[in-house]
C-alpha cells in the first residue's frame, strides 16, 4: 500500500495549482493528484477568462487579452467596459502544465471513499497524510461523508460554435436576465463559446431546458455547434474548509464568489494559503487565511444574490417595484471602474449610486437574507 504526504483529489485549476504551489513554496513531502477523468478535463469552458497577474504569476497558456467586457440584457448591449487586464488561458493545458512543473505524480483514478487514513480507489488503496478535496461541484468528501452541501450553485449549459457574427470580437459578453438568468460569449480564434446560466438552490440541469438564447440567435449566424457541456459551479462557501487532516479547495466549498465570472484567481490565491498551511503542518492557517481574506466580500455579494433571487410570496409585490437590470446596467456607463471592482470582489466597490435606486425597503429585505444566510451557516455548523 503506497503512501502520501498529501493525494490531491482532483485535477482542475484547483488541485493543479495547489500542487504547483506545494512544489513552489518547497514542500517536501509526496504528493500525488488523481482524477477520474484526466487532467483539466471537467474544463467547462475550453478557455477561462483571468487575470494578467495570474497568467504571469502562473505562467498560464495565454489564448488572448481582452479589451474588455460589454454588458446587456438579453438582445441588447448598455455598457461597454474598457479593461485591458482581462485574459483568455486554455484551461486543459494550463492544468497540464501546472502538473509537470510541479512534479508530483498524476494517477487517472476514481476517489471511492475515505477510511481514517486510507484512500479507496477504483484501483488501489492509498494511505495519506492530508487529503484535499478538488473535486468540484461533486464535492467528493462532503458527499461522501453525507455533509451539508453548498446553498447556492450557478446551473450552466456551454455550447462551443462555428459560425458568423456581427459582434466586437475584442470583447466578451455578458448578458443579464431578470429571472436569475445570464448568457455569456467569448471568442477564441474561429471558435465561439456561449453559455446559458441559471441561479438555483441546488444541482438540477432541467431548470436549463427553457433558457433563451435570443442574443446568440441575433449575432451568430450559421451557427455550427462543435461541442456542448453541461456545468454546475457551486457559489456559496460552505464551512468549514478543513476537518482533522481533510481540506476543502476550489469549487468543492464554492470558492467562486457570486459577483464574478473569474474563479480561477481566488482559487490559485486560495491554493496558495492552503500549500502554506500543509508545508508548516497547519491546517487551521488555511481556513484562518482564506476567512480573513474572503469571507466578508463572499458574504456580502451573496446576500445580494439572495436579494435578487430569493423570493418568499411576502415580498413579490414590494420586489415588483425594484429597478430592472437595464436601468442599473446603464448606470455602469457612469461609473465604469466600478464594475470592475465589483467583478473582482472588491471590498471597497462603491455602487451607493445604484443602490439608491432601490426602494428603502430593500434594507429591511437585505437585513433578512442576513439573518438567513447566518442561520444556514449555523444549521451547517452543527451538522457537522
Known amino acids: ?44 469552458y475550453d478557455y477561462r477568462v483571468t487575470e494578467k497577474e495570474i497568467v504571469e504569476e502562473y505562467t498560464l497558456t495565454l489564448v488572448k487579452k481582452f479589451k474588455g467586457v460589454k454588458i446587456g440584457s438579453h438582445e441588447e448591449v448598455y455598457a461597454t467596459i474598457d479593461y ?24 487517472k483514478t476514481k476517489a ?52 458568423d457574427t456581427d459582434l466586437d470580437k475584442g470583447y466578451y459578453y455578458n448578458l443579464f436576465g431578470e429571472e436569475n438568468s445570464l448568457e455569456d460569449v467569448y471568442f477564441a480564434g474561429e471558435k465561439i463559446s456561449y453559455g446559458r446560466w441559471k441561479y438555483t438552490k441546488k444541482i438540477d440541469f432541467r431548470v436549463l431546458e427553457n433558457l433563451r438564447d435570443t442574443f446568440l440567435k441575433k449575432h451568430v449566424t450559421n451557427a455550427k455547434i462543435i461541442a456542448e457541456r453541461k456545468v454546475a459551479i457551486p457559489n456559496s462557501p460552505i464551512y468549514p474548509l478543513i476537518d482533522k487532516n481533510t481540506a476543502l479547495l476550489g469549487d468543492s466549498f464554492g470558492n467562486t464568489c457570486p459577483s464574478s465570472a473569474i ?28 476567512k480573513k481574506k474572503y469571507k466578508k466580500s463572499y458574504d456580502i455579494f451573496l446576500i445580494s444574490r439572495l436579494d435578487r433571487y430569493l423570493n418568499p410570496p411576502i415580498f413579490k409585490f414590494l ?48 437585513f433578512y437574507y442576513f439573518i438567513y444566510l447566518k442561520i444556514n451557516y449555523i444549521l451547517m455548523q452543527i451538522s457537522d
Open 1 to 44: 500500500m503506497e503512501y502520501y504526504d498529501v493525494i490531491i483529489v482532483g485535477a482542475g485549476i484547483a488541485g493543479c495549482g495547489l500542487a504547483y504551489n506545494l512544489k513552489g513554496i518547497g514542500y517536501g513531502g509526496k504528493v500525488l493528484v488523481i482524477d477520474k477523468e484526466g487532467i483539466g478535463s471537467n474544463k467547462g
Open 84 to 107: 485591458d487586464k482581462y485574459y483568455f488561458i486554455d484551461y486543459q493545458k494550463s492544468c497540464k502544465s501546472l502538473i509537470k512543473r510541479s512534479q508530483a505524480k498524476f494517477l
Open 112 to 163: 471511492k471513499f475515505v477510511k481514517r487514513n486510507k484512500l479507496i480507489t477504483e484501483k488501489e488503496t492509498l494511505k495519506f497524510k492530508y487529503i484535499i478535496d478538488c473535486s468540484g461541484y461533486s464535492s467528493f468528501l462532503r458527499r461522501s461523508q453525507k455533509k451539508p452541501m453548498p446553498i447556492r450553485y450557478w446551473m450552466g449549459i456551454v455550447n462551443v460554435f462555428e459560425g
Open 263 to 290: 474563479g480561477i484567481v481566488p482559487i490559485l490565491i486560495s491554493s496558495k494559503m492552503l500549500a502554506t498551511a500543509l508545508k508548516n503542518n497547519n491546517l487551521k492557517q488555511y481556513e484562518i487565511e482564506w
Open 319 to 366: 420586489k415588483r417595484k425594484y429597478p430592472k437590470n437595464v436601468e442599473m446596467l446603464k448606470l455602469f456607463n457612469q461609473n465604469p471602474h466600478s464594475f470592475i471592482k465589483l467583478v473582482n470582489n472588491d471590498k471597497d466597490t462603491d455602487i451607493r449610486y445604484i443602490l439608491d435606486k432601490f426602494p428603502w425597503y430593500r434594507k429591511i429585505f437585505l
